[in-house]
């Protein structure tokens, strides 16, 4: 009998046509993950994607058992909703995908923010359906403290606005958080004007308030996933976020390291969330554990101490979309988690490829607002 042939697997990120038609993994970001999966049998190929010839990448992942994908939500005014409904025909013929779409919009929008508040981890967080609901309520909130106003989906700070009351004035201290945004002092007229677009149903038609949280002095933690395993650590001292001194302007955005997952200053975090808080995200937003991405990662802040956490983390954001850069760390986990999975679904769908049940049933979201 012949042997049975390696699994393929095909690793999808935006390109134009030209980088298409060379397909050299070695001019990649991911050069060292494809010589990862080869070194491991697994028969890895470029598939360099652009809605201007989606049908050609759809013929070559027909013919593939895998695709992972890194493709951001929204990228020089393109949405990526072509390509989830290619992606979500393709897992009802019996490709594994990677992160599936239906995933994303239970991780990777801001809406988690909503899910998780009674968790751990949560915060205190609204969410906000229009801009006369947000002329009603923000108000009172900022007599608390400052809020962060997020776009239901986005990357790089784009649509995050830090808001807070200036002492004695009936102007707004407004910071956005996409990169080389400088602090204004402004109305609440001028504010609304600003978000008004994340409220048109093309973006989402909400946005989410989060309460701010002065520990972001101290950095931010994005701890890297391999489905429900920690894989490496990013840390970040300085985000598009961290405030300036008094009199002083804010500065920069830092870089961010990336640590293994055994750095000691991070283990109890990673306790948290391999022994409970995975879990915990993992029921409140109604996934299974085989729907969990294959890599993603979450950033949290440090949160004030309570009676019950003397050390706390909040919950920022989930990243699920397009996560790259990542840790050395991730990569062996990752490609064996991934072949297993390829071994899974081909024998799931032999001799004939069929659906994924876990891709396409009906997600219960009893948590939703």
């Not at 190929?45 to 939500?73: K, M, T």
């Not at 988690?112 to 923000?138: C, H, I, K, N, T």
């Not at 520990?215 to 994005?222: A, I, N, T």
């Not at 409970?276 to 969990?292: H, K, N, S, T, Y």
């Amino acid at each position: 009998m012949a042997a049975e042939h390696p699994p393929t697997l095909a690793l999808l990120y935006p390109g134009d046509h030209g980088a298409r038609q060379r397909s050299d993994p070695g001019e990649s970001r991911f050069a060292m993950l494809f010589e990862a999966f080869a070194a491991a049998g697994v028969l890895a190929e470029p598939a360099i994607y652009h809605d201007d010839f989606a049908d050609e990448v759809a013929e070559q992942l027909r013919r593939v058992d895998g695709v992972l994908v890194w493709s951001n939500p929204i990228e020089s005014g393109r949405r990526r909703d072509r390509l989830d409904t290619l992606l979500r025909e393709l897992a009802q013929a019996g490709v594994f995908v990677s992160t599936h779409p239906d995933v994303i919009l239970r991780l990777g929008t801001k809406d988690v923010l909503l899910d998780v508040r009674g968790l751990p981890f949560g915060s205190d967080a609204v969410r906000v359906d229009s801009l006369a609901q947000l002329a009603e309520e923000l108000p009172q909130r900022l007599q608390i403290g400052a809020r962060v106003l997020k776009q239901h989906r986005g990357h790089s700070g784009i649509g995050v606005w830090r808001v807070e009351q200036l002492a004695g004035s009936a102007l707004l201290a407004v910071r956005h958080a996409q990169r080389g945004c400088e602090e204004q002092h402004i109305a609440m007229s001028t504010l609304l004007s600003h978000l008004a677009t994340y409220f048109e149903p093309e973006h989402g038609g909400h946005m989410v308030d989060q309460a701010w949280q002065p520990r972001l002095v101290d950095g931010m933690v994005r701890a890297y996933l391999v489905e429900d395993r920690v894989v490496g650590f990013g840390h970040q001292a300085l985000n598009a976020l961290h405030p300036g001194r008094p009199g002083e302007a804010a500065p920069m955005p830092g870089p961010r390291h990336y640590h293994p997952a055994d750095r000691p200053q991070f283990q109890s975090l990673r306790r948290l969330l391999e022994t409970g808080w995975i879990e915990l995200l993992r029921q409140r937003v109604g996934l299974a554990r085989e729907q969990l991405p294959m890599l993603w990662d979450c950033d949290f802040m440090f949160g004030e101490p309570t009676a019950e956490q003397a050390e706390r983390f909040v919950l920022c954001e989930i990243n699920v979309s397009s996560v790259s850069p990542f840790p050395p760390s991730a990569i062996e986990p990752l490609v064996a988690a991934v072949k297993a999975r390829l071994s899974a679904s081909r024998t799931a769908n032999t001799p004939q490829r069929h659906s994924h049940a876990h891709y396409h049933r009906p997600l219960s979201h009893p948590h939703k607002d």
